[in-house]
T-cell receptor, first 113, second 112 residues
Framework: DAGVIQSPRHEVTEMGQEVTLRCKPI?????LFWYRQTMMRGLELLIY????????DSGMPEDRFSAKMPNASFSTLKIQPSEPRDSAVYFC???????????FGQGTRLTVV | DQQVKQNSPSLSVQEGRISILNCDYT??????FLWYKKYPAEGPTFLIS?????DKNEDGRFTVFLNKSAKHLSLHIVPSQPGDSAVYFC???????????FGPGTRLSVLP
């Protein structure tokens, strides 16, 4: 398996623009997670899905952030409108089941100018 | 809420010596813990786990120890190699046992 695949690897956008990050989890994994890594807050969980259903989105910082998982092999994280403080590395991860170790993608480095 | 602390932001060790990375947590309702390793520009990679039925788990040069009464775990790397230089994250279960809360990480530098 190719592992968790994220795209794009890098994204530079202007403040106010919409940004969409994409993720393909490992085939057969039932749980999917979106994390954000910053210097100040480290690795923080934004939202996770179980069997394509959002379970906990309490980590989503604001209503500008939204995530979807239309099927078992694809998820998106959208920021609209983007702001400079959204600049961070965003990771997607998947695990076989809830409570098991997650496998991470390579991340998307987002820069909002 | 579960809190995970890694009090050493960085650690430098000579090649061939032992590296010891420490982690403390607050909520012991679920006893299954993980260590991840992260290289620059890559995602964290799962390294080793431990559950409460053991107090030690070994995988090659990596050994994780769990002290449940102290709510403390540690990762030992011996012998350390330059390729081990990375950021190491400890992760503990959240309050519901459904996800993991990550510590802030320890940057390990193994000097040749």
């Amino acid at each position: 398996d190719a592992g968790v695949i994220q795209s794009p690897r890098h994204e530079v956008t202007e403040m106010g623009q919409e940004v969409t990050l994409r993720c393909k989890p490992i085939s057969g994994h039932n749980s999917l997670f979106w994390y954000r890594q910053t210097m100040m807050r480290g690795l923080e969980l934004l939202i996770y899905f179980n069997n394509n259903v959002p379970i906990d989105d309490s980590g989503m910082p604001e209503d500008r952030f939204s995530a979807k998982m239309p099927n078992a092999s694809f998820s998106t994280l959208k920021i609209q409108p983007s702001e400079p403080r959204d600049s961070a590395v965003y990771f997607c991860a998947s695990s076989l089941l809830q409570g098991y170790e997650a496998f991470f993608g390579q991340g998307t480095r987002l820069t909002v100018v | 809420d579960q809190q995970v602390k890694q009090n050493s932001p960085s650690l430098s060790v000579q090649e061939g010596r032992i590296s010891i990375l420490n982690c403390d947590y607050t909520n012991s309702m679920f006893d299954y813990f993980l260590w991840y390793k992260k290289y620059p520009a890559e995602g964290p990679t799962f390294l080793i786990s431990i559950s409460s039925i053991k107090d030690k788990n070994e995988d090659g040069r990596f050994t994780v120890f769990l002290n449940k009464s102290a709510k403390h775990l540690s990762l030992h790397i011996v012998p350390s190699q330059p390729g081990d230089s990375a950021v190491y994250f400890c992760a503990a279960p959240d309050n519901y046992g459904q996800n993991f809360v990550f510590g802030p990480g320890t940057r390990l530098s193994v000097l040749p």
